[in-house]
């Protein structure tokens, strides 16, 4: 009895884990890593749309930070097309929520 009550004992004798704790387990993690949206400003916005215009029309290769809820997202290239009414935007042949900008560059 004595050994149980050493150290780390009582804890090292129950290591008993139900899957319903581990479930538990791995969606309070996953929740942890989520990240939140980040909101523009208008100022923000407007550069936003300035450097996507430039490289619309110049065929400047861009940089654009995206929303992603689990990691951060960076699309990088030239702005093929633009489509206000459906609110996206299209980098080398891939089409992007334009809601989703966090920020952008020129390289």
Same mark, same amino acid.
């Given at each position: 009895?004595?050994?149980?009550? &050493?150290?780390n004992g009582l804890w090292e004798s129950s290591r008993m884990m139900l899957p319903e704790h581990k479930v538990a387990i791995?969606?309070?993690?996953? #929740?942890?890593?989520? !990240?939140?949206?980040?909101? *523009?400003? &208008?100022?923000?916005w407007?550069?936003? #749309?300035?450097?996507v215009? &430039? %490289?619309l029309q110049q065929r400047h290769s861009i940089? *654009?930070? *995206? @929303?992603?809820?689990?990691e951060e997202l960076t699309v990088a290239g030239i702005v093929d097309r633009v489509d206000q009414l459906k609110g996206r935007f299209m980098v080398d042949g &891939?089409? @992007? %929520? +334009? !809601?989703? +900008?966090?920020?952008a560059a020129i390289e």
């Open positions: 009895m004595r050994k149980k009550l &050493e150290g791995n969606e309070h993690e996953k #929740a942890l890593r989520n !990240r939140e949206r980040v909101e *523009l400003d &208008e100022q923000e407007e550069n936003v #749309a300035r450097l215009t &430039e %490289s940089t *654009l930070r *995206l @929303f992603h809820p689990l &891939e089409w @992007f %929520s +334009i !809601r989703d +900008i966090e920020g």
